[in-house]
């Protein structure tokens, strides 16, 4: 009996563990559609604040999830974050989502202005005006 529970408890785990991997293969996988490069390519020619900032053209995420995918130290994430956000070119969501890699509550970001207005549009203004 103990051991059925052991089993049960490996299998979730192996499918969190794939549930993630299948995450970040997602933003690889749109990063390089969008760019029309492979992630080794961009790493090749860019630095990697072009590659942050490249990367959140073609994908709306979570700056772990988006750093973790990329093999970007998340403390270069936050400065990379903060630089484009003080310049205008980056937006982080109003709303917190819960992020695709840690499964915490975080904010979504992205550099494609196509996205700002869905971002800082806030959900509890939108349900304010039903009440």
């Known amino acids: 009996m103990s051991t059925a529970n052991t089993q049960s408890f490996d299998f979730n785990g192996l499918e969190q563990g794939k549930d993630k991997n299948l995450t970040l293969q997602f933003i690889v996988n749109q990063v390089e559609k969008g760019s029309g490069k492979s992630v080794f390519e961009l790493k090749k020619y860019y630095s990697e604040d072009a590659l942050f900032f490249i990367a959140l053209r073609y994908v709306t995420t979570t700056k772990k999830a988006l750093c973790t995918?990329?093999?970007?130290?998340?403390?270069?994430?936050?400065?990379?974050?903060?630089?484009f956000e003080k310049n205008g070119t980056l937006v982080?969501?109003?709303?917190?989502?819960?992020?695709?890699?840690?499964?915490?509550?975080?904010?979504?970001?992205?550099?494609?202005?196509?996205?700002?207005?869905?971002?800082?549009?806030?959900?509890?203004?939108?349900?304010?005006l039903f009440e």
């Open 69 to 83: 995918a990329l093999n970007i130290p998340i403390e270069g994430g936050c400065r990379y974050k903060r630089s």
């Open 92 to 128: 982080q969501s109003i709303d917190e989502v819960v992020c695709p890699f840690t499964k915490h509550f975080a904010h979504e970001i992205s550099t494609n202005p196509q996205e700002f207005e869905r971002l800082l549009k806030t959900k509890s203004r939108q349900l304010n």
